[in-house]
């Protein structure tokens, strides 16, 4: 079987994310456990769109929630963190403290945008993790590890110390708004990440921060942080997860057919994780910004 190329779906298929207020019955369990599992405040929007098509969602996660459980993928998520923060100093963020401080936020405004960027730092490589597995098993590749989970015990994420506001299109000013059809016209996607609109609830924050983000966005170094991203992911859930539930590439797709859709499923799992690493690199790059001086 080839290796598992980074690949951008042509045209970017249309997405129909199935917000959490939207949710319900057994779709809404899944919700809450999954984003008690990963030990996040929200539903990304990778596993929100996956969940417009409910035979594959529900396959999907009765086959992953044991994995995501497990050590061996905390272990892994922590590994990506570590390996793109330190990576993405090769992009000399520079420092956005003092700037901050010079436009009146004080200390503790400063650290609650710190916080913030803490729960995405740790949340964003789970999601990505799951829709490696996704797109793996949809193009027909089964994981190779069968060892056991073993679960892991205790708290992996960062406590949510600031209120989870998300700042949408249509509550933002004009100025915030721009700054958003800027964020889509840079990255080349159809929507704004979640990370992204949480950290626009400090807009003039979030303006100098990705003023400087758009400097090195979609350039040559970025881009290899993308792709070593990729590849280490890859090469974790191909060969290292366990895959205790025996999730199989024939019971994913059956479930995408199912849904009548396995060509359309398999396009908009590509588009998330085509763009995640690209997330990840961002928001590493965002918190290498707010570094003290």
């Known amino acids: 079987?080839?290796?598992l190329t980074?690949?951008?779906?042509?045209?970017?298929?249309a997405i129909h994310p199935v917000a959490e207020y939207a949710v319900e019955g057994e779709a809404a369990r899944w919700y809450a456990e999954m984003k008690?599992?990963?030990?996040?405040?929200?539903m990304g929007v990778v596993t929100m769109a996956f969940a417009h098509y409910p035979h594959f969602f529900a396959a999907l996660w009765q086959g992953t929630s044991p994995i995501v459980s497990s050590q061996a993928f905390?272990?892994?998520?922590?590994?990506?963190?570590g390996s793109v923060e330190k990576g993405v100093t090769n992009l000399h963020p520079p420092v956005i403290a003092d700037r901050l401080a010079a436009t009146g936020y004080g200390a503790r405004e400063i650290e609650q945008i710190r916080a913030a960027n803490d729960v995405f730092s740790h949340g964003n490589h789970h999601y990505a993790l799951i829709a490696t597995i996704a797109r793996t098993l949809l193009e027909g590749r089964d994981l190779t590890n069968t060892d056991d989970a073993v679960p892991f015990v205790g708290r992996h994420a960062p406590e949510v110390s600031v209120p989870f506001v998300l700042m949408e299109a249509h509550h933002a000013d004009a100025p915030t708004r721009a700054v958003y059809e800027d964020i889509k016209e840079v990255l080349g996607l159809p929507f704004v990440n979640t990370d992204y609109r949480a950290f626009a609830r400090w807009p003039s924050y979030w303006t100098l921060a990705w003023n400087d983000l758009r400097q090195v966005a979609g350039g040559d170094e970025h881009e290899a942080l993308c792709q070593s991203y990729h590849d280490a992911m890859a090469e974790i859930v191909t060969t290292t997860l366990p895959n205790?539930?025996?999730?199989?590439?024939?019971?994913?797709?059956d479930a995408a057919e199912a849904d009548g859709g396995l060509a359309e499923i398999t396009d908009v799992v590509r588009l998330f994780q085509w763009l995640l690493p690209g997330l990840a690199v961002n928001v590493a790059y965002l918190r290498h910004q707010l570094r003290s001086t």
Do not use: D, E, G
């Open 74 to 81: 905390v272990a892994a998520a922590q590994s990506l963190q």
């Open 1 to 3: 079987m080839s290796k």
């Open 6 to 13: 980074r690949l951008k779906p042509s045209p970017i298929p």
């Open 36 to 42: 008690s599992a990963l030990q996040v405040p929200w």
């Open 244 to 253: 205790p539930a025996r999730l199989t590439s024939k019971m994913l797709r």
